[in-house]
Nanobody, 120 residues
């Protein structure tokens, strides 16, 4: 079992930045692809970014491709999501997930989420 705990969410003004963290316990994340997803009220869950286990490859959802960066520190058992130039419509609960294949969006361990609110 892998337990995932997200942190770093909060209130930010449009154009601002946040860095989300996802700390894993129970097992090392080095064996897992890690991903970030988000879900806004009344909307379906949306893929944000993912990173593979080895020689890490990264994948991004279309809307965030340029402005977000996913990274991992296996020694700290932590995954990060750097978000820049945030927009109002990016207000959502952001979830960290662990799975086998970064490109598949098929994950089976999930965190509880951290709220990101973009507002002026």
């Amino acid at each position: 079992q892998v337990q995932l705990v997200e942190s770093g969410g909060g209130l930010v003004q449009p154009g601002g930045s946040l860095r989300l963290s996802c700390f894993a316990s129970g097992r090392t994340i080095s064996n897992y692809a890690m991903g970030w997803f988000r879900q806004a009220p009344g909307k379906e869950r949306e893929f944000v970014a993912s990173i593979s286990q080895h020689n890490p490859s990264t994948y991004y959802g279309g809307p965030v491709k340029v402005l977000f960066t996913i990274s991992r520190d296996n020694a700290k058992n932590t995954v990060y999501l750097q978000m820049n130039d945030l927009k109002l419509e990016e207000t959502a609960a952001y979830y960290c997930a662990a799975g086998d294949v970064a490109a598949s969006h098929d994950y089976y361990y999930w965190g509880q989420g951290t709220q990101v609110t973009v507002s002026s």
